[in-house]
């Protein structure tokens, strides 16, 4: 998987892109959770949806936020990082002038970037947040949410309270034009120990009925357990 260096606001980013071998492919950008709490690129959620991503034909980008790795800058409690995700779909888009379409997915601190970006940008056709932390950041700037989209949280997870992701998802609920595919994973924790593999298979049957990039089988019996 090549490592790429591309320029951000605050100097360079590093990160891990795969090239679709489909041509005019779809575009996903995957990012990931805190910096202040050791979030990286190489984060196992951040790994799986991208790997989710690359098995269905899209071509696929996961980078460092600034001052992450070997990503210049430091760490700039959102409004930077949301600007080094933009230029990050900018790197993605330049090589690849006509994708129909961008996907956007994010763990944590990555979800309230990416679903900011999707505010700011109308090729973004869907998202996956991963436990998004309604909890400690305003989500209120989605009003309204211009795409549908999949909101992933596991049954057991001790950092982002299941009332703020209801709250959350309630609202969005609320919104005509979108559908909101909200699903709480049975027995998982924040990090999804032991349940990666099912957190990959919801992403794929959500992505199978979006029309997300190419089809991939899922093993409906485990999803639905």
């Known amino acids: 998987m090549p490592e790429i260096i591309f320029n951000g606001p605050a100097g360079r980013l590093e990160g891990r892109y795969s090239h679709s071998k489909y041509k005019n492919a779809p575009l996903a950008l995957v990012l990931h959770p805190s910096p202040e709490h050791g979030g990286t690129m190489n984060n196992k959620i951040n790994y799986a949806l991208f790997q989710n991503f690359v098995s269905r034909g899209f071509s ?3 980078f460092n936020f600034r001052g992450v790795g070997r990503s210049q800058g430091t760490f700039d409690r959102g409004e930077g990082e949301l600007s080094d995700a933009a230029s990050a779909l900018d790197w993605m888009q330049e090589i690849n002038p006509n994708a129909p379409y ?3 997915a994010g763990f ?3 979800a309230w970037i990416g679903m900011q970006l999707l505010m700011r940008r109308p090729e973004i056709k869907g998202y996956i947040s991963v436990a998004p932390p309604a909890h400690i950041y305003d989500f209120s700037f989605l009003a309204p949410c211009p795409t549908s989209g999949l909101i992933l949280h596991g049954e057991k997870d001790d950092v982002v309270p299941q009332e703020s992701i209801e709250k959350f998802v309630e609202k969005l609920y609320q919104q005509k034009g979108i559908s909101i595919d909200h699903r709480t ?5 924040h990090f999804f120990h032991d349940h990666t593999e099912i957190l990959s298979q919801h992403v794929h049957d959500h992505l199978n009925k979006a029309g997300g990039g190419r089809r991939v089988d899922v093993d409906e019996k485990a999803i639905a357990a």
């Open 60 to 62: 696929a980008l996961r």
């Open 102 to 104: 961008v996907w956007i």
């Open 108 to 110: 944590e601190f990555g």
């Open 185 to 189: 994973v049975e027995g998982a924790n």
